[in-house]
């Protein structure tokens, strides 16, 4: 794109009510696939004040403890202290659920899809991690706030956070970062003597520990800061707002910088396409970049419920291919198996790994399968035979 423009991305911490409901589902699932991998999982979570329920579709042989799991996620966030409003002490959990339906698992058991729909991924060169700047560097910002809250650095911080960076361009290259916000959880300690704000001094705390060491170089005298502009965030997480699983799929991929399917991912064992298939877009648009076959590049799938095969591929390089979009559509096929169970097999999505997905983003971080880049070289290599 042609001029200047800016680009706006956000991000939530592992205390915002919806990823609270994001890791219980997603460690229940990994209880699951723990003494099962063949466990058939569609766990969502719902909390609000003081309750956290638990529900969904589970066929497994594996033993666990429903109520247990929830509060070791809930300890782990640190809702341990009513001074943060949710306490895992004190909190009600409810179980509601049931196993998978048998109209749903006799297409699946023969290597069809888990469910119909659309799967995006995507990549680019803006940053180290072949992902758009402004949700790469909203995600280190609330993972930030959870490194300092937990250290004690900045003990006064609760578990629950929001970020927020918008990036400015010109010509289609990221220039500076215009714009952070901050919304971050605290106590009473930084109040005001108004009672309805932080201290200047919290927030200039909150600036320099927090904001300028994840933007860096990229901030300049112009970058704006824009700290709990409410005045104080005192009541957080499920005890101020509900959370719901699968609530922040635009924060899970790549902040509203590309198309994004309908379907969201935690609680999600890898029969269910809406996952899996995500995961494989990546893995794909990812080698494509680290292969120098495009500079940013998005690929959509889509699948048939009970069918194998993907009923279409599109891929768009944006302009900066070195091979035609057609030509990459070819590529695709001969070095990725795009069926549920090639998916499952290349990306090794039976293991228990997926409650470290479940915040700070499923992409751009090192310890997933989807992340690696071994069929760079394969790629580049196919490619230079269709060019000769």
């Known amino acids: 794109m042609k001029g200047t423009y800016f680009f706006t991305s956000e991000s939530v911490g592992k205390g915002h009510p919806d990823k609270v ?47 247990a799991i929830c509060r070791d996620v809930l300890n782990d966030i640190g809702y341990i202290d009513k001074k943060f409003g949710f306490d895992v002490n004190n909190c009600e959990i409810q179980n509601a659920i049931n196993t998978q339906s048998p109209d749903i698992s006799q297409g699946v058991d023969t290597g069809g899809a888990g469910d119909q729909g659309i799967m995006f991924g995507y990549a680019c060169d803006e940053t180290e991690e072949l992902m758009p700047l402004a949700i790469m560097l909203a995600h280190k910002l609330v993972a930030r706030v959870d490194e300092v809250r937990r250290s004690g650095e900045l003990p006064y911080l609760g578990p629950d956070c929001k970020s927020q960076v918008t990036i ?45 060491p994840i933007v860096g170089k990229l901030a300049d005298e112009n970058t704006k800061y824009f700290i709990n502009e409410t005045g104080k965030f005192v009541v957080g997480g499920p005890q101020g707002d509900t959370g719901l699983t699968g609530r922040k799929i635009v924060v899970d991929t790549y902040g509203g910088y590309v198309a994004h399917g309908g379907g969201a991912f935690s609680g999600k064992d890898c029969t269910k396409v809406d996952r899996s298939a995500t995961y494989m877009t990546r893995y794909v ?84 399968t989807w992340e690696r880049t071994d069929k760079a070289a394969a790629l580049e290599k196919d490619a230079a035979a269709l060019a000769s």
């Not at 010109?170 to 971050?184: F, I, M, N, T, Y």
């Not at 070819?330 to 997926?354: A, V």
Request: net charge negative; with cysteine.
């Open 21 to 67: 409901s994001d890791q219980v589902s997603d460690a229940i699932l990994d209880a699951c696939l723990t003494g099962d991998p063949n466990s058939r999982v569609a766990c969502e979570t719902f909390v609000c004040h003081g309750k956290l329920i638990v529900g969904g579709e589970i066929t497994t042989q594996s033993k666990f403890d429903v109520e």
């Open 168 to 212: 400015e361009y010109k010509d289609g290259e990221p220039q500076r970062v215009d714009a952070v916000v901050l919304a971050c959880q605290h106590t009473e300690d930084i109040v005001d003597e108004s009672g309805a704000r932080i201290t200047d001094k919290a927030r200039q705390e909150i600036i320099d520990t927090i904001a300028k």
């Open 285 to 368: 648009t990812k080698n494509i970049v680290a292969a120098k076959l495009a500079r940013k590049c998005m690929v959509q799938l889509s699948y048939a419920i009970g069918y194998p095969e993907p009923i279409s591929i599109y891929v768009d390089t944006y302009g900066t291919g070195k091979v035609s979009d057609e030509q990459l559509v070819e590529l695709i096929r001969k070095n990725f198996d795009l069926t549920p169970k090639g998916i499952i097999e290349q990306l090794d999505l039976r293991s228990p790994n997926f409650l470290k997905t479940a915040a700070f983003g499923h992409f751009g971080r090192d310890g997933f």
